[in-house]
């Protein structure tokens, strides 16, 4: 059974970037044909996509917040990674990181408890 | 962009009763239509994927149908644990989800 678990700073200054990252464990991220993705959630509201990765590493963004985000792996500590930059105060939210296990890798059946990042000066 | 509109916001139902949840696509997403359940404090719990096919692990009360734009989620008889939010997920282009039906006690 494949665990994630997020990790990363709680509070980040407006402008700065967000980087928060996912280790798995129970399995490699490099094997088999997942997508491993960043989905937020800020405080009473719905879920937000940002990206995933492959395990070959391409990667693959939401649109609305491509210029900000990159996600990247390093399959030698079992981590992906979710950088956002130029944050502020409508990127507060519970972040999560996924593994896409069904529908082709974009429905999510493995998910990390989560973790809030606060923007705030 | 898809929009998943989904209704109602709140459902407020009785234990053992049949809950009918709603998400209709801004357009036609076929059949890549998923369904989550969310309790406070935890990740989501995928239910539903592809539209009817239940995910590992979930009961058979859980069912999912519709295609195109109109999808439905029916829980048969409620069990005092299902009482949650629900979101419906679209695969179409790039992922996206509803905005969440709450199912209360009533």
Redesign the interface.
């Known amino acids: 059974q494949v665990q994630l678990q997020e990790s990363g700073p709680g509070l980040v200054k407006p402008s700065q970037t967000l980087s928060l990252t996912c280790t798995v464990s129970g399995g490699s991220i490099s094997s088999g044909s997942y997508y491993w993705?960043w989905i937020r959630q800020p405080a009473g509201?719905?879920?937000?996509?940002i990206g995933r990765i492959y395990t070959s590493g391409s990667t693959?963004?939401?649109?609305?917040l491509k210029s900000r985000v990159t996600i990247s792996v390093d399959t030698s500590k079992n981590q992906f990674s979710l950088k956002l930059s130029s944050v502020t105060a409508a990127d507060t939210a519970v972040y999560?990181c996924?593994r896409g296990s069904?529908?082709?890798g974009?429905?999510?059946?493995d998910?990390?408890?989560?973790t809030l990042v606060t923007v705030s000066s | 962009e898809i929009v998943l509109t989904q209704s109602p916001a709140t459902l407020s139902l009785s234990p053992g009763e049949r809950a009918t949840l709603s998400c209709r696509a801004s357009q036609s997403v076929s059949s890549y239509l998923a369904w989550y359940q969310q309790k406070p404090g935890q990740a989501p719990r995928l239910l539903i994927y592809d539209a009817s096919n239940r995910a590992t692990g979930i009961p058979a009360r859980f069912s999912g149908s519709g295609s195109g734009t109109d999808f439905t989620l029916t829980i048969s008889s409620l069990e005092p644990e299902d009482f949650a939010v629900y979101y419906c997920q679209q695969r179409s282009n790039w992922p996206s989800f509803g905005q969440g039906t709450k199912l209360e006690i009533k």
């Open positions: 993705s509201k719905g879920l937000e996509w693959n963004y939401n649109p609305s999560y996924a069904y529908c082709g974009d429905c999510y059946s998910w990390g408890q989560g």
